[in-house]
């Protein structure tokens, strides 16, 4: 437990460094939704128009193998990418309408949330395999560069060492190989599937517009999900052509559309706890839409 807990505090704080300046923005254009709530119009090919970043990196596998294999255009929908956005502006690209959807992970959210950012996540993306599963295919490992560091094997050996900055954290489909000691993974972090959780997520008022598109999106999301899980090596290659990197391993994702308050719960505790939030300032039921249609 004490190895959880050791985890779990290093995580939020890394989230409170990286996500705290989304207050500010959630709370400067939490209100600015003019046109994030736009009226959605048919293409002359029969679509409907989803926009959103342009999928470009190592995690963007959901999005390539839904739209390649036409689950999208099952449901109505085309996504529309409309470019690089830096990962700081793409909350307030779906806030100001430049954008309709995006993915975050609970922590994201709520750090946005609490500020003022009008978004609820409607559909769950990467999770976090069983501890029965492939270990390969958790979400996130914490890692030491064996030829600096040879004798550290876990965090307790990270005592040893002088100094605060003591590792490096990353994926298990990072786009190059590099040499490294994995010490911990996702599933140390105590919080089970949910270590891995993601959300795609809408601007209430687009949620409120336009809830079947919600459903159509969430369904088209799903299926290719389910069939990169199901498909890993296929899906890895579709990656890779798209975004011309090397790409060595595809996340784990969600393979339906239940929405679990057990998921959310633990990550608002975090934050709060860790100071990051006020305690009671976002609910669950604020920051994923509980109403499964």
């Avoid at 996500?19 to 500010?24: D, F, S």
């Avoid at 255009?73 to 430049?98: A, F, H, M, R, W």
Wanted: proline content about 5%; charged content about 20%; some cysteine.
């Amino acid at each position: 437990m004490a190895k959880s807990k050791n985890v779990k505090m290093v995580l939020t704080g890394i989230v409170g460094l990286v996500i705290g300046g989304a207050i500010i923005y959630g709370a400067h254009l939490g209100n600015k939704q003019a046109a994030a709530g736009h009226d959605i119009a048919t293409s002359d090919d029969g679509l409907i128009p989803i926009r959103t970043v342009s999928q470009t990196a190592c995690g963007s596998t959901p999005w390539v193998v839904t739209d390649q294999l036409g689950f999208f255009k099952k449901e109505g929908l085309k996504v529309v990418y409309t470019g690089d956005t830096q990962p700081n502006q793409i909350i307030p690209s779906v806030l100001n309408g430049n954008n309709d959807v995006a993915s975050s992970h609970p922590n994201g959210l709520a750090v946005a949330i609490a500020g003022g950012a009008k978004i609820k996540g409607v559909v769950k993306g990467g999770i976090d395999p069983k501890p029965e599963q492939d270990p390969k295919l958790r979400h996130m490992f914490w890692y030491i560069n064996p030829n600096v560091t040879p004798t550290i094997h876990s965090f307790a050996d990270l005592n040893s060492l002088p100094g605060r900055l003591k590792f490096s954290v990353t994926t298990n489909n990072s786009c190059s190989d590099f040499l490294a000691n994995n010490i911990a993974d996702s599933l140390d972090a105590g919080l089970g599937v949910s270590g891995g959780v993601g959300y795609y997520y809408f601007t209430t008022d687009f949620i409120e517009k336009n809830p079947e598109i919600v459903q159509k999106f969430a369904r088209a999301m799903v299926k290719g999900q389910r069939w990169a899980n199901e498909h890993p090596e296929e899906a890895r290659k579709m990656t890779e052509d798209w975004i011309k990197v090397p790409v060595n391993a595809t996340h784990y994702y969600a393979a339906d559309s239940e929405i679990s308050e057990d998921l959310v719960v633990p990550w608002i505790e975090d934050l709060e706890n860790a100071g990051v939030i006020p305690k009671g300032k976002v609910k669950v039921a604020d920051l994923v839409n509980l109403v499964q249609k």
